[in-house]
């Protein structure tokens, strides 16, 4: 049975991010490490959140763009030559 | 106002305009002077510092436009667009924002008005959105005991399967990638545009709020709801085998 004090599951999955971004106000923060610390279903939320994180930092690992870079180039090279004409 | 009085491309000062000092952002210093060594250097015409910062910055551009354009060619075009409009605009940046927040404005004007010509809706008010925040549950209800349970109410009806057990390169394949994408693009504008700068970029949430112009606590709704949605996406797909 849940006391006052005590967070249900349901309540703690709407917290992580507030946890993760040490957001909460220092009694919640408290009942939500009592809860994790006895709760592997929600443990495995927050870790699966983190994970997620993780996955998603991974997108940002994009291949070279060689052609692209050269077109940049290019339009570079242009505004150069207009811009120190002036 | 005329820039000639430069010499060289290792001015100390960060801008060769009027009120630098003052207006200089309060991150570290080397930070600072490095970024105003590339400022004056694209001013001269230092094809090495353009590339410099392409690299650093094309592709975080691209996918930030990708936000606003899902179409990969529009995306680019407005990627075009903001590095012609860095070349046109550096003599007149004065420093008053970092220089990566200045291109980055410059992307999301274009990126918008690419948007907006399209007719797509772009997010113009992610403090409206995050401020109709309805309380709705990120986790369906179904999964947790109801309220009225004598034992355990509110508790997880059975916990998450846990992810441990999957090996990486299935959790880092391009297909998970893109089942990833594919949750983000069903995402609110606004939640989409947070969870990019923040978890794909990595910026830091005082950045975040400062470029979307949106308070820290409706950063965290519109992150905390991207962030449960993409978890849920990747818990349906890593199940189904």
């Not at chain 1, 993780?54 to 994009?62: G, V, W």
């Not at chain 2, 000062?13 to 009120?19: C, D, K, M, N, R």
């Not at chain 2, 392409?54 to 936000?67: E, N, S």
């Amino acid at each position: 049975m849940n006391t006052a004090n005590e967070l249900s599951c349901k309540e703690v999955v709407e917290l992580v991010t507030g946890y993760l971004e040490h957001a909460l106000l220092a009694e919640t923060q408290a009942h939500m490490e009592a809860h994790l610390a006895d709760c592997p279903g929600c443990r495995t939320y927050l870790l699966q959140i983190q994970q997620t994180i993780t996955l998603l930092r991974a997108l940002s690992q994009e291949p070279a763009f060689p052609e692209t870079k050269e077109h940049l180039l290019r339009l570079f090279e242009q505004w150069k030559n207009s811009n120190l004409a002036q | 106002m005329s820039q000639h009085a430069h010499h060289t491309g290792d001015a100390p000062e960060p801008t060769g305009g009027q009120q630098h000092v003052e207006g200089a952002p309060p991150s570290d210093a080397a930070g600072v002077s490095e970024e105003a060594r590339l400022v004056e250097a694209l001013r001269q015409g230092d094809e090495q510092a353009f590339t410099s910062l392409i690299d650093r910055y094309h592709p975080a551009l691209l996918r930030l436009a990708q936000v606003y354009l899902p179409d990969r060619a529009a995306a680019e075009e407005a990627v075009q667009e903001t590095w012609v409009g860095v070349l046109q605009g550096i003599r007149q940046f004065e420093g008053r924002a970092s220089l990566k927040t200045w291109i980055f404005r410059i992307l999301m004007n274009r990126a918008k008005t690419h948007a907006l010509r399209e007719g797509r809706s772009i997010p113009f008010s992610a403090l409206a959105e995050a401020g109709e925040d309805d309380g709705e549950p990120t986790v369906d209800p179904q999964r947790f005991l109801p309220p009225d349970h004598p034992k355990w109410p509110g508790h997880w009806v059975s916990f998450p399967q846990s992810w441990e057990d999957i090996p990486e390169d299935r959790l880092l394949s391009l297909e998970t990638q893109g089942r990833i994408q594919q949750a983000i693009q069903a995402l609110s504008p606004s939640q989409r545009e947070v969870i990019t700068l923040r978890d794909i970029e990595g910026w830091s949430s005082d950045e975040v709020c400062n470029f979307l112009n949106i308070s820290q606590a409706n950063q965290r709704v519109l992150l905390h709801r991207a962030r449960a949605q993409v978890r849920q996406a990747l818990e349906n797909y890593l199940k189904d085998e």
